[in-house]
Every structure is written in structure tokens, then in C-alpha cells.
């Protein structure tokens, strides 16, 4: 009788572990695809920048100023 709720209380730990780990794995991936895409995104303002005419010394403090607000 105790062997049955035995296996199924450990059934039941190894599938919440389980969905811990894939919880863990979204968050993850979900923070790189942020990441990239943040970075996309400053690539094409940095270009759009440039294109503009603006000088490199401006971008970089602007850059920077950004940055340290954050």
C-alpha cells in the first residue's frame, strides 16, 4: 500500500523538477532573444547615426550618457 504513494510522490517530485528545469530554460532563452534583439536594435540606430552625419565621438557619448542612466 505504501509502495504505491511512495512511487507516486516521487512521480510527482521528478515532474515537478522537470517543469522547474523548462521553466529555467525559457527564462534563458528568452533573455538572449531579448538580448538580441536589443542589440539589433542599436545596430540599426547606430547606423541610422552615421548615416545622418553624425561623428563617432558624438555617438559614443551619447552612448555612454544612455547607458549610465540605465
Request: charged share 35%.
Amino acid at each position: 500500500m505504501f509502495e504505491g504513494w511512495f512511487l507516486l510522490e516521487r512521480l510527482a517530485q521528478l515532474e515537478y523538477g522537470l517543469r522547474l528545469e523548462e521553466a529555467g530554460r525559457r527564462r534563458t532563452r528568452s533573455a538572449s532573444l531579448r538580448e538580441a534583439r536589443s542589440r539589433r536594435a542599436l545596430e540599426r540606430a547606430l547606423k541610422g547615426a552615421l548615416a545622418a552625419g553624425l561623428y563617432p565621438e558624438e555617438l559614443r557619448a551619447a552612448l555612454s550618457r544612455a547607458l549610465k542612466a540605465t
